[in-house]
């Protein structure tokens, strides 16, 4: 499938059907079709978009919230009403699932939605006064421009997820999403057009040039925010370009989630909730299971289980049906997790399903795979596998297994199972994490915050957290009354 011209309606005068000298391809890469160019921004486009974000700021902050809130929910009614065409975007250049980016959208819909609501309680505070005569207040006002870089993984929620709230606590946003997806925000950005977003407050853009982008988000003065989703590595060199401005930022970065099944739990749950977390949008996101640490007593029969699980996905081309699993984003992607199998299994790990590409498919769809006898040695236990691999280790005790989760500098998302409340509640406690799913696969929400500790970032998205990290307290003391 190619893109169609209702595709190329919401994608707007920003794609070309034709290469040239200042732009870069849009790839299919079930197939490796060319789905269209896109112009390729640079420094001069990216200063100008600030420019224009920060003279747009003004208008665009002091507008009664109830007008931001409706043209929010205005938007968020659009990407609703554009669901399959939006999904099939996503399908076409990052490879997911069909059944899976119908899902993205609503989720990411979910965050305009949100916002739109939360926004109209940014409340301020009346402090009691420690003197007579005096009154103490405070306010919410939004931080001004914001830059925010986004992933390819999640096209629409990654965008959603920041812009919504920025947008609703009165900011304007320039945007550049990752190279390898810029339709998804495109089509998300002239929906907001149609929406009735003023012109200057929202920009993309779509560069392969994105350490010179980077550079200028991160260190021009104008920009009082700025917001990044992806690796570690790279999310701290742009924290550290970000303190020549003394920039509000938040960060969500890498993980290494760990799974914990203890032998008290039911299997079918267990396994259900592994299966959700590990091979949900082929393994490529930041919160999949990274690590599966089974109890010893229940080893072998979890293993048996995950095996037959994996084995019954159906790995295709994202656009049918039936796909449960589409390829991986790219060649490096592949690459990276065929080295960490062959790794696990020199070390002595056991395949117990796949590994390796299925080269009737292409060179870029992994078999859903399950390694057991994975070990802290094993190059796939200490690092980010971001593909359709489970990793299984073996635990004794609950003490054992927590230390195991623990031993990582990451603490985004952890999970574990187990039918003891008592258990449930300590193990939870325990975990290094800023997320855990108890019994629960998929915890990600618009109403609940999301973020890490140590490694894995700063600040949170999502719920009234979400729309903090684009505000500023003021606070006003009233004398002489």
Same mark, same amino acid.
């Given at each position: 499938?190619?893109?169609?011209?209702?595709?190329?309606?919401?994608?707007?005068?920003?794609?070309?059907?034709?290469?040239?000298?200042?732009?870069?391809?849009?790839?299919?890469?079930?197939?490796?079709?060319?789905?269209?160019?896109?112009?390729?921004?640079?420094?001069?486009?990216?200063?100008?978009?600030?420019?224009?974000?920060?003279?747009?700021?003004?208008?665009?902050?002091?507008?009664?919230?109830?007008?931001?809130?409706?043209?929010?929910?205005?938007?968020?009614?659009?990407?609703?009403?554009?669901?399959?065409?939006?999904?099939?975007?996503?399908?076409?250049?990052?490879?997911?699932?069909?059944?899976?980016?119908?899902?993205?959208?609503?989720?990411?819909?979910?965050?305009?939605?949100?916002?739109?609501?939360?926004?109209?309680?940014?409340?301020?505070?009346?402090?009691?006064?420690?003197?007579?005569?005096?009154?103490?207040?405070?306010?919410?006002?939004?931080?001004?421009?914001?830059?925010?870089?986004?992933?390819?993984?999640?096209?629409?929620?990654?965008?959603?997820?920041?812009?919504?709230?920025?947008?609703?606590?009165?900011?304007?946003?320039?945007?550049?999403?990752?190279?390898?997806?810029?339709?998804?925000?495109?089509?998300?950005?002239?929906?907001?057009?149609?929406?009735?977003?003023?012109?200057?407050?929202?920009?993309?853009?779509?560069?392969?040039?994105?350490?010179?982008?980077?550079?200028?988000?991160?260190?021009?003065?104008?920009?009082?925010?700025?917001?990044?989703?992806?690796?570690?590595? !790279?999310? %701290?060199?742009?924290?550290?370009?970000?303190?020549? *401005?003394? +920039?509000?930022?938040? &960060?969500?970065? /890498? =993980?290494?989630?760990?799974?914990?099944?203890?032998?008290?739990?039911?299997?079918?749950?267990?396994?259900?909730?592994?299966?959700?977390?590990?091979?949900?949008?082929?393994?490529?996101?930041?919160?999949?299971?990274?690590?599966?640490?089974?109890?010893?007593?229940?080893?072998?029969?979890?293993?048996?289980?995950?095996?037959?699980?994996?084995?019954?996905?159906?790995?295709?081309?994202?656009?049918?049906?039936?796909?449960?699993?589409?390829?991986?984003?790219?060649?490096?992607? !592949?690459? %990276?997790?065929?080295?960490?199998?062959?790794?696990? *299994?020199? +070390?002595?790990?056991? &395949?117990?399903? /796949? =590994?390796?590409?299925?080269?009737?498919?292409?060179?870029?769809?992994?078999?859903?795979?399950?390694?057991?006898?994975?070990?802290?040695?094993?190059?796939?236990?200490?690092?980010?596998?971001?593909?359709?691999?489970?990793?299984?280790?073996?635990?004794?005790?609950?003490?054992?297994?927590?230390?195991?989760?623990?031993?990582?500098?990451?603490?985004?998302?952890?999970?574990?199972?187990?039918?003891?409340?008592?258990?449930?509640?300590?193990?939870?406690?325990?975990?290094?994490?800023?997320?855990?799913?108890?019994?629960?696969?998929?915890?990600? *929400?618009?109403?609940?915050?999301?973020?890490?500790?140590?490694?894995?970032?700063?600040?949170?998205?999502?719920?009234?957290?979400?729309?903090?990290?684009?505000?500023?307290?003021?606070?006003?003391?009233?004398?002489?009354?």
């Amino acid at each position: 499938m190619s893109l169609t011209a209702a595709h190329k309606a919401l994608l707007g005068k920003r794609i070309l059907t034709n290469a040239n000298h200042d732009s870069f391809s849009v790839t299919n890469p079930a197939n490796g079709e060319i789905l269209c160019h896109v112009h390729n921004a640079g420094s001069k486009e990216t200063l100008k978009a600030i420019d224009a974000a920060h003279a747009a700021f003004t208008d665009w902050g002091q507008k009664p919230q109830k007008v931001r809130s409706d043209i929010l929910k205005k938007w968020f009614a659009l990407i609703l009403e554009h669901t399959e065409d939006l999904a099939q975007i996503v399908t076409l250049e990052q490879g997911r699932a069909i059944r899976e980016t119908r899902g993205e959208v609503a989720y990411g819909a979910g965050f305009v939605e949100w916002f739109a609501e939360e926004g109209r309680r940014a409340y301020g505070r009346t402090i009691p006064a420690n003197v007579p005569g005096k009154q103490l207040v405070t306010i919410q006002q939004p931080v001004g421009v914001v830059a925010a870089i986004t992933p390819w993984n999640f096209p629409i929620s990654m965008i959603t997820r920041k812009v919504a709230p920025a947008l609703s606590a009165g900011c304007t946003v320039v945007l550049k999403p990752s190279e390898e997806t810029p339709l998804s925000a495109l089509a998300l950005a002239e929906l907001a057009r149609q929406a009735g977003l003023p012109d200057g407050v929202l920009h993309i853009i779509c560069t392969t040039k994105a350490a010179e982008v980077g550079e200028i988000l991160t260190s021009d003065p104008l920009v009082k925010k700025f917001s990044f989703t992806g690796s570690t590595p !790279v999310g %701290k060199k742009l924290y550290a370009q970000c303190a020549s *401005t003394i +920039k509000k930022i938040s &960060l969500e970065l /890498g =993980g290494n989630a760990p799974v914990l099944v203890f032998d008290d739990a039911d299997l079918d749950v267990a396994v259900a909730g592994a299966m959700l977390s590990k091979y949900r949008n082929a393994g490529q996101t930041c919160v999949c299971a990274n690590r599966i640490l089974v109890q010893a007593g229940i080893f072998d029969a979890f293993a048996a289980k995950l095996t037959k699980a994996a084995r019954a996905l159906t790995l295709a081309d994202g656009m049918a049906e039936e796909t449960a699993i589409g390829p991986l984003i790219n060649q490096k992607a !592949v690459d %990276k997790v065929d080295a960490l199998v062959k790794d696990a *299994t020199a +070390k002595g790990a056991k &395949l117990t399903v /796949g =590994g390796g590409v299925d080269a009737a498919l292409g060179p870029l769809f992994y078999k859903p795979s399950v390694l057991t006898g994975v070990t802290h040695d094993m190059r796939i236990f200490n690092e980010e596998i971001f593909g359709p691999v489970a990793s299984l280790i073996k635990f004794k005790d609950e003490a054992e297994g927590i230390k195991l989760a623990n031993d990582t500098p990451f603490g985004l998302a952890a999970y574990a199972f187990t039918k003891d409340v008592s258990r449930a509640w300590r193990v939870g406690r325990a975990l290094d994490y800023g997320m855990v799913g108890l019994n629960d696969g998929v915890m990600s *929400t618009e109403v609940a915050p999301f973020g890490g500790v140590k490694e894995s970032g700063i600040g949170r998205e999502g719920a009234i957290e979400g729309l903090e990290e684009y505000m500023e307290t003021k606070f006003l003391s009233f004398g002489a009354l």
